[in-house]
Nanobody, 126 residues
Framework: QVHLVESGGGSVQAGGSLTLSCEVTGSTYLRLNMAWFRQVSLKKSEGVAAVGKDGDTIVDDSVKGRFTVWRDAAKNTFFLRMNDLTPEDSAKYYC????????????????????WGQGTQVTVSS
């Protein structure tokens, strides 16, 4: 059973930075695609960034140039560095892991993931 535990959320002022971490246990970490999603409202969630099991990365256009994603295999941990934060980045951020779906699907397709963390809140004030 795969377990994901996020940390690193918090409250910052606009222009600030945060680094989210997601520790993965219970599975061969390197076989999993990893992604960060954020829930901006009850009805809206969006993929933010992802790293595939083969090392390929993708960052959503809305955060490109400000957010960086990477994985540290030695620590079984997946990271999201967020710079130049704006109030629009306020959301609950979820770490996701999985290996479902065809390779043709975007790594930001939520259907590729079947394991989820509990989420960590990010609040950016103006």
């Amino acid at each position: 059973q795969v377990h994901l535990v996020e940390s690193g959320g918090g409250s910052v002022q606009a222009g600030g930075s945060l680094t989210l971490s997601c520790e993965v246990t219970g599975s061969t970490y390197l076989r999993l695609n990893m992604a960060w999603f954020r829930q901006v409202s009850l009805k809206k969630s969006e993929g933010v960034a992802a790293v595939g099991k083969d090392g390929d990365t993708i960052v959503d256009d809305s955060v490109k140039g400000r957010f960086t994603v990477w994985r540290d295999a030695a620590k079984n941990t997946f990271f999201l560095r967020m710079n130049d934060l704006t109030p629009e980045d306020s959301a609950k951020y979820y770490c996701a892991a999985g290996q479902t779906g065809p390779a043709s699907w975007s790594l930001l397709n939520v259907r590729r993931y079947n394991y989820w963390g509990q989420g960590t809140q990010v609040t950016v004030s103006s």
